[in-house]
């Protein structure tokens, strides 16, 4: 049995080629061996959304998904948002709204507000409920998460 | 950590010829039943085949016989896909129930009726629609009714070396609203508790109902009350759902409140498709 295999992929805008453990989910392979402890692990089971990272583009659950089929695709982690020392504007909306207590659902809503903002530029309360649904938090900072992703919408 | 072999398919006769020769191999498309289930232990695999890239898997269109759903199609993508949206928004409505946003940009509807849970959301959408699922294997092709698919809680009517390549959800379309009612713990990210669709034919109904049986199933008695016998009191009608139904008790609710939660949802699906 194939226990490694090697995969070729882009990590928050740089090109890496590595080994990944067939059966480590993505979940790990990034926090373990791409040391971005940025992405959360809760649940691991799909239901909690800490995880979310941006694969191609689009929020995905990364505790659902394998290592191995990070090969040829585009990964975004939190720590990928920033642009030269510059935090992204959903980041900076999060901070002033002070949408987060502990922090630990952050880098998933932010990830997952962000690839809203791409689609939908100006989204209704409707299109955030849809695309946070995944994103549970625990503190309870929803409304502030809501205004936090209102105020980047507006600022574009 | 769970040790398996890992086959990436870029063509659907080598993902066929993998089903065929190995033991113990499962297919991999979005991975969110997969993938939970292996870590629970429902699934022991040898090799997971990912279909998730092959060509012919993520064909989405419509032609002169329907609306054609590849197996490698997310739900995302099938919500916003025009022809579905426009001529059988009752299973836009069944697909979008399902889990999150995140979850569906990997979720297939071939994982979900493959996954062959009876609370699958995007199967009673596809029973009231007379769906048919094209089946594939190195031998060549057939095609059944979702009806036959379904074969119990996990069970699918698939043999050994086939895979499902595609949806098709036939013309004629219907003619009429149909909606899809699901009751869950949360309102999103959960499975349904019960789960009914109510399509709309012209002046009949045709209503499918998930998590109450070993399969979805058809409420007969009750179409047949109005399609049949010209029952105008919907309340009376949805009554009769009872004789279609053996729901079970569970960790979502009781057999009584799923008993409860079906008529009711039957009469607003009847209300809501035929007008009160
Ligand atoms: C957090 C969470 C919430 C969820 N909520 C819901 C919900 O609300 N409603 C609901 O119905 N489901 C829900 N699910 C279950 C799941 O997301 C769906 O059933 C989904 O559609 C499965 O599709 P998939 O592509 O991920 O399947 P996979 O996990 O890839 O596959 C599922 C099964 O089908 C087999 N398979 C896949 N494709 C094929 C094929 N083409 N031919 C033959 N066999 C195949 C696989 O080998 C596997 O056994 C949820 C799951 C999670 C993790
Ligand atoms: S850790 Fe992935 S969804 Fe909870
Ligand atoms: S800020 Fe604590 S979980 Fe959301």
Redesign the pocket.
Known sequence: MTEKLVINFTVNGEKEEKEVIIGQTLLKFIRDELHLTGTKEGCE???CGACVVLLDGKPV?SC?ILGVELDGKDLITIEGLSKNGELDRVQKAFIDHAAFQCGYCTPGMILAARALLDRKPNPTDEDINEALS?NLCRCGAYQEIREAVKASAEKK | MLSYDYVKCNDLRLACQELEEGEQV????????????MRGGK?SAKTLVD?KDVPE?KVLEEDDRGITVG??V??NEAVVFAPIRDNVPILAEGCH????YS?RN???????I??A?P?????APLYCLDALVNIKSSEGSRSMPIKDFFAGPGK?A?NKG????SILIPRPYPEGKGVYLKA?RTG?????TVGVAVQRWGEEVKIAIGAVAATPVRAFSVEKAINEKGEKNYADAARLVHDDISPITDLRGSREYRYHMVEVLVRRGLEQTLGV
């Open positions: 089971i799909g239901e659950n659902l995944g | 499962y297919l991999l498309a979005g991975g969110t039943d997969l993938i939970v289930g699934f279909i898997l197996a490698a997310t739900l129930s399902v889990g999150s979850i990997r979720a297939t509807m071939a994982g979900n493959c996954n849970s609370a699958a959301d995007t199967a699918t698939l086939e895979l499902v390549q869950s999103s990210v959960d499975l349904a």
